[in-house]
T-cell receptor
Framework: DAGVIQSPRHEVTEMGQEVTLRCKPISGHNSLFWYRQTMMRGLELLIYFNNNVPIDDSGMPEDRFSAKMPNASFSTLKIQPSEPRDSAVYFC????????????FGNGTRLTVT | DAKTTQPPSMDCAEGRAANLPCNHSTISGNEYVYWYRQIHSQGPQYIIHGLKNNETNEMASLIITEDRKSSTLILPHATLRDTAVYYCIVSLGNQFYFGTGTSLTVIP
């Protein structure tokens, strides 16, 4: 099992540019989560999907952020336009979606916006 | 919102047992207790979870008090590779809210 796969591992971009982060969940998992981690705020849940449908996006910071899950094996998190305060490590996680199923995390994308 | 309280940091001698405490006094009847750890620059790693009974796997043991208001994660023989931030989380469904965790340093 390859685990949760995120790409790219590192992204450096200039303020105002569009950024797209990608995630491939573990095969068979039907729930997918996006988290953001910063020193100041720790790990924050941004949005999660169940069976490709967004269930709770209350953690998405603002309209510049959007997430999609077009099929069970792929999700994107897009930031447009990006700002320096978006610099963080973004993690994707997946699970079977059962009440006591643990999350499995990818190794994250480190985003730097200059 | 994180519903748990953990000490910010702990040290443990290599080879000794590491006992990491967690308070979750507002836990509801159906919420599970989960433990994750995060080694620098990696994604959080699942360790163990439980509801009422004590649990053990190849990584650790989880001791939950009878009133379920607190728990302890035990790493029986800590190694240098166990140096990480350990998160205790209570969750009913799949929404996991991470607090600040305990930074465990295993000392040679």
């Amino acid at each position: 099992d390859a685990g949760v796969i995120q790409s790219p591992r590192h992204e450096v971009t200039e303020m105002g540019q569009e950024v797209t982060l990608r995630c491939k969940p573990i095969s068979g998992h039907n729930s997918l989560f996006w988290y953001r981690q910063t020193m100041m705020r720790g790990l924050e849940l941004l949005i999660y999907f169940n069976n490709n449908v967004p269930i709770d996006d209350s953690g998405m910071p603002e309209d510049r952020f959007s997430a999609k899950m077009p099929n069970a094996s792929f999700s994107t998190l897009k930031i447009q336009p990006s700002e320096p305060r978006d610099s963080a490590v973004y993690f994707c996680a997946s699970t079977f979606g059962q009440p006591n199923s643990p999350l499995h995390f990818g190794n994250g994308t480190r985003l730097t916006v200059t | 919102d994180a519903k748990t309280t953990q000490p910010p940091s702990m040290d443990c001698a290599e080879g000794r047992a590491a006992n990491l405490p967690c308070n979750h006094s507002t836990i509801s009847g159906n919420e599970y207790v989960y433990w994750y750890r995060q080694i620098h620059s990696q994604g959080p790693q699942y360790i163990i979870h439980g509801l009422k009974n004590n649990e053990t796997n190849e990584m650790a043991s989880l001791i939950i008090t009878e009133d379920r208001k607190s728990s302890t994660l035990i790493l029986p023989h800590a190694t240098l590779r166990d140096t990480a931030v350990y998160y205790c989380i209570v969750s009913l469904g799949n929404q996991f809210y991470f607090g600040t965790g305990t930074s465990l340093t295993v000392i040679p």
